[in-house]
């Protein structure tokens, strides 16, 4: 059995919440030609995010994104919350719930406002809440790490009230 780790307030670690199903569709998406444009600091965007707003089924205010990175060297950033440049879908990335659709796929690196490296978060077959808006970060790819493609549920609210959100609304959901 995976330990769950947590290193607040940067990340948590949560059970994945993708059903077999869900994610060979989401995989299908996602492999699609031109399904993602790369945007900025080395990491792609899905690019039509209305699309898989479907796999959102928890009830909860949250909008689906993928993300895709097949390089190393993402830049260090905080997420802002923005629209899509091609749907015009307002995206709050202050924090995330992510979930890979592929494997050994690199880490999520975490680091203070002068970007020194405080933590990271590697997948392990598990989710994790992300507090994308709230410090810097970037994914940390090596040459033995395979691209990285993650379903995320995208959430304007702080990471503490995500956690929150997950331990009374998502603990146990399937997607």
């Known amino acids: 059995m995976n330990m769950l780790q947590t290193y607040d307030p940067y990340f948590r670690q949560v059970k994945y919440m993708l059903s077999e199903n869900t994610k060979e569709e989401l995989i299908e998406i996602a492999t699609a030609p031109g399904a ?19 796999f959102n089924t928890t009830g909860l205010d949250c909008v689906c994104q993928m993300l895709r990175v097949s390089e190393s060297g993402s830049k260090i950033h905080k997420d802002k ?17 992510s ?30 809440i992300l507090n994308t808006g709230g410090y810097n970060h970037n994914v940390h790819l090596t040459q033995d790490d395979n691209t990285r493609i993650v379903f995320q549920l995208c959430f304007e609210q702080q990471y503490s009230e995500v956690c929150d959100i997950y331990d009374t609304h998502l603990k146990g959901v399937i997607l």
């Open 81 to 97: 919350n923005r629209y899509n440049e091609y749907e015009n879908l307002y995206m709050p990335r202050q924090t995330v719930i």
């Open 36 to 54: 993602f444009v790369d945007i900025s600091y080395k990491i792609s965007f899905f690019k039509l995010p209305s699309t898989i707003q479907k």
């Open 99 to 128: 979930f890979p659709l592929t494997t050994d796929c690199g880490s999520t690196y975490f680091y203070d406002d002068n970007e020194k490296f405080m933590c990271n978060v590697n997948y392990d077959g598990l989710g994790a």
